[in-house]
């Protein structure tokens, strides 16, 4: 490991989910509250500081948003920004829930509901990886603790349709 390896930003992602196991069955794909309802325990940490804490983040919604950001960048062969917005709260004004702004080489992370302000800039290859690793694991997890099957339900979950960099 060089030096500037040792220095470089770390992010580290955490969830709970705080639903009941039976909270969401395959018959609910098509409705929205439901969906809504299926929260966990969302944490992110920038190297050791707390970046973001939600106690009732909407998972689905959030993974529906990966999934697409995932998919846009397989069409588009390259790096795209990721913004999460929520049904629950529109005062979009101030910027997204959670936000991946490559610039070059690098990228940010941003929150408006970020613990505390931490401007780290990334490695863009290494951010996008730990998303996407957060997506699959999420999918992977999300099946194993509730009776569904996402690829049922991706369609079903609202999310904000964007224009992706082609």
């Not at 992110?44 to 960048?73: G, S």
């Not at 529109?90 to 509901?113: H, Q, T, V």
């Not at 957060?134 to 509730?146: M, P, V």
Request: aromatic fraction near 16%.
């Amino acid at each position: 490991m060089n030096a500037m390896d040792s220095q470089s930003t770390q992010i580290n992602m955490e969830y709970q989910f705080t639903s009941d196991r039976n909270g969401i069955t395959d018959k609910q794909r098509k409705d929205v509250s439901a969906i809504l309802d299926v929260s966990a325990r969302f944490k992110i940490f920038i190297n050791d500081d707390l970046y973001f804490d939600q106690a009732e983040f909407p998972i689905l919604e959030f993974y529906k948003y990966l999934y697409n950001w995932k998919k846009a960048m397989n069409q588009s062969k390259r790096a795209q920004e990721f913004h999460y917005y929520t049904l629950e709260f529109d005062e979009y004004e101030d910027g997204a829930i959670l936000s991946i702004i490559p610039f070059g080489d690098s990228a940010r992370l941003k929150s408006i509901w970020a613990e505390q302000e931490l401007y780290h800039v990334f490695d863009l290859d290494y951010l996008i990886r730990a998303f996407l690793k957060l997506e699959k694991d999420l999918k992977r997890d999300i099946e194993a603790y509730f009776p569904i099957k996402l690829d049922k339900f991706i369609k079903h979950i609202p999310a904000v349709v964007f224009d992706w960099n082609s």
